[in-house]
């Protein structure tokens, strides 16, 4: 059974930090592409970062600069340590595995950032 469960979320003021975690379980970590979206309250569901991998890592514009995504292969662990947060990073973070062919999706996390 693939589990995928984020920790990590809560409430935080504007220019403060928080660290996401999504801990695996059931798949085969290092095979797969690991990333981290979001979805905001009447918004589409956005890719913010993501890890290769090997390791190689993407940003939206938005985030560049104050987000950085890590994974811990031997822990099956993905990260997203995001600074300088901003009210407009309020959202549900959802980690996501990308395999070969299987998509698998953790229940998401809320993160809210006050002004």
């Known amino acids: 059974q693939v589990q995928l469960v984020e920790s990590g979320g809560g409430l935080v003021q504007a220019g403060g930090s928080l660290r996401l975690s999504c801990s695996t379980s059931?798949?085969?970590?290092?095979?797969?592409?690991m990333n981290w979206y979001r979805q905001a309250p009447g918004q589409q569901r956005e890719l913010v970062a993501a890890?290769?991998?090997?390791?190689?890592?993407n940003y939206v514009d938005s985030v560049k600069g104050r987000f950085t995504i890590s994974r811990d292969n031997a822990k099956n662990t993905v990260y997203l340590q995001m600074n300088s947060l901003k009210p407009e990073d309020t959202a549900v973070y959802y980690c996501?595995?990308?395999?070969?062919?299987?998509?698998?999706w953790g229940q998401g996390t809320q993160v809210t950032v006050s002004s």
């Open positions: 890890i290769s991998r090997g390791g190689s890592t």
């Open positions: 996501n595995a990308a395999g070969y062919a299987l998509n698998y």
């Open positions: 059931g798949i085969i970590f290092s095979n797969h592409v």
